[in-house]
């Protein structure tokens, strides 16, 4: 049975604007329907474990109905508990909390590495490609050096007037890393598949980054 794990942030504080974040429901929902519906077991992780916190709630989008319904939300693992070798891709779910929380996690970046140098899918969504900016692998290369990626742009980050806020700007910093970053219009359905790592720039290109990752997993 292929296994996927879907990683949650749990950094719940947009900066210092006194608004709350977390990660994006649709981020998670979507793939874990797409997952779901290819016929593999999913799982989920955060950076904290427990409960992690929520943004962009939907409660009549039926993905996120479901994957409310069926997640296991309220006692998620943290990296530390969890193998790489029972996982056969990792996808990032994005949300501006991962911008805090998710590059400083080594456990979940170990983890990310092992799935990958075993031979499984990393993938990221929208501002889950977070994730990927201290992932290195165990010969100390960064993942995405000289990879094509997506993820959230300068440009949509502007757009939703948070430049100012976030510790960083995602595209930028995948960038120092040797990453080639592929920016679509704003919120547009983008999604960049470079052998085994696949991303996706928005909210829009969730699902489609959850099709692109089960046809490399089916592949």
Not at 39 to 54: C, E, N, Q, R, W
Not at 101 to 110: N, R, V
Not at 139 to 168: H, I, M, Q, R
């Amino acid at each position: 049975m292929t296994r996927v794990l879907i990683a949650l942030t749990s950094h719940s504080e947009l900066g210092d604007t006194g608004r709350s974040t977390g990660y994006y429901a649709s981020e998670a929902a979507e793939p874990w329907s797409v997952f779901k519906d290819a016929g593999f077991d999913v799982d989920l992780v955060s950076v904290a474990g427990g409960k992690p916190p929520v943004d962009g709630v939907d409660e009549s989008d039926p993905d996120q109905q479901r994957f409310f319904a069926e997640a296991e939300l309220d006692n998620t693992p943290t990296a530390a508990d969890l193998k790489a070798t029972d996982y056969d891709a990792i996808f990032y779910a994005g949300g501006h909390g991962a911008m805090w929380d998710f590059p400083g996690d080594e456990a979940l970046a170990s983890l990310a590495a092992g799935i990958y140098e075993n031979g499984g899918v990393v993938a990221a969504v929208c501002h889950g490609p977070a994730g990927l900016v201290e992932l290195r692998l165990s010969d100390g290369s960064y993942l995405v050096d000289g990879k094509n990626v997506a993820g959230f742009t300068n440009s949509e980050e502007n757009a939703v007037g948070l430049t100012e806020v976030v510790p960083y700007l995602l595209a930028d910093a995948l960038t120092a890393h040797g990453a080639i970053h592929h920016p679509a219009a704003d919120f547009t359905d983008q999604v960049i598949t470079d052998g085994r790592l696949v991303t996706g720039q928005n909210p829009a290109s969730a699902r489609s980054t959850a099709a692109a990752v089960t046809a490399v997993l089916k592949s």
